[in-house]
């Protein structure tokens, strides 16, 4: 049984975005969301990267070894690539804030459970 590349990695970024989305809906504890946000994160960029293979092409480089006039019909499409290096440094970004909120929530009220964080209005 052959199992092709793209349907593979498109499973295991659905599998993996399906896990990120249990884990921020199910925990209490703010260091499991962030795990559960990064796991998201990690299975839509695998979801991303998969969408945009194209199998038998080859890199998007222009050179001796790929004729210009048929690099439309012999190339992936660099585009899918380029956004998921973008979405993985800003998804970075989100978590580094994440973790210091993590941090200063902890370092004030000394736990890091959401229901520990509610403040009675009354």
Same mark, same amino acid.
């Given at each position: ?41 990690? &299975?839509?960029? !695998?979801?991303? +990267?998969? =969408?945009? *293979?194209?199998?038998?092409?080859? %890199?998007?480089?222009?050179?001796? $070894? ?24 800003? &998804?970075?970004? !989100?978590?580094? +804030?994440? =973790?210091? *909120?993590?941090?200063?929530?902890? %370092?004030?009220?000394?736990?890091? $459970? ?9």
């Amino acid at each position: 049984m052959h199992i092709p590349l793209s349907t593979l990695a498109l499973s295991t970024g659905l599998a993996l975005l399906l896990i990120g989305i249990w884990g921020m809906l199910t925990h209490k504890n703010l260091i499991r969301m962030i795990i559960g946000f990064s796991l998201m994160d990690t &299975g839509i960029h !695998i979801i991303m +990267v998969s =969408l945009g *293979y194209l199998s038998g092409r080859t %890199a998007p480089i222009i050179d001796s $070894a790929v004729d210009p006039s048929t690099a439309v019909s012999t190339v992936v499409d660099p585009v899918p690539s380029a956004l998921v290096l973008t979405a993985i440094v800003i &998804g970075l970004g !989100i978590t580094a +804030v994440m =973790l210091a *909120y993590a941090i200063r929530i902890h %370092a004030a009220t000394g736990s890091l $459970a959401i229901d520990e964080l509610t403040e009675s209005k009354g």
